[in-house]
């Protein structure tokens, strides 16, 4: 089955900087990569997802880059503000199925 | 989105005994999935939850201590069955998009004494 690796664990960053979020993924047939944002004590809420037919998806602030040769995906936060604290999980597809599997996730920590 | 509730927010039950946890959506949706959240962890993946089929179980969960029920297309159940301290941790559903993304209710808090 799919196997996602995060890095890093945690990961804390000036207000104004940005943040990077790295995964790989081994199932060479997934084609679906979202990120959820799982603040404390909320359930997690998908904030971007990227499809294997595109390299590169941005959204305000966020973006997601993929490659899928190497097998590997991130997330780009940029000019971070204190409410982007939270945990980031990344997730792929189980290649076909509408089921995911999760990264280990990240603690992000925005210090004002 | 559709919008997901989970009944209830947080129990706290006995060794051996079983709690069943709740999750209905606001309109009908064909996938249904329930989660595992240990403190700190991530999501781990029970089972597939199809209506009109069989729950589809992963790795590691059995139907015995995780029966799953899907009468329709808004509303599962999730039963953790002889409880034991292993088993405290966080409960979540989640429903299937249109396009393969996932929302998640707001999640079960169960602790074992």
């Known amino acids: 089955g799919e196997n996602v690796e995060q890095h890093p664990s945690t990961l804390s960053v000036q207000e104004g900087d940005s943040a990077v979020i790295k995964c790989t993924y081994s199932?060479?047939?997934?084609?679906?990569f979202p990120w959820y944002k799982q603040e404390l004590g909320k359930r997690p809420q998908l904030i971007i997802d990227?499809?294997?037919?595109?390299g590169e998806k941005k959204d305000q602030r966020i973006a997601v880059t993929l490659n899928k040769t190497a097998k590997h995906f991130s997330l780009h936060i940029t000019e971070t503000q204190p409410e982007d604290s939270a945990v980031y999980f990344c997730a792929a597809d189980s290649g076909g199925y509408q089921k995911v599997t999760f990264g280990t996730g990240t603690k992000l920590q925005v210090i004002p | 989105s559709a919008v997901i509730s989970q009944k209830p927010s947080r129990d706290i039950c006995q060794r051996g005994t079983s709690l069943t946890i709740q999750c209905q959506v606001d309109?009908?949706?064909?996938?249904m999935f329930w989660y595992r959240q240990q403190p700190g962890q991530s999501l781990t993946l029970i089972a597939t939850a199809n209506q009109g089929s069989e729950a589809t179980y992963e790795s590691g969960f059995v139907i015995d201590k995780f029966p799953i029920s899907r009468p329709n297309l808004t509303f599962s159940t999730l039963t953790v069955s002889n409880l034991s301290p292993e088993d405290s941790s966080i409960y979540l559903c989640s429903v299937g998009g249109k396009s393969y993304e996932q929302y998640f209710g707001p999640g079960t808090r169960l602790t074992v004494t």
């Open positions: 199932d060479s047939a997934s084609n679906y």
């Open positions: 309109s009908q949706v064909t996938m």
């Open positions: 990227i499809r294997s037919n595109v």
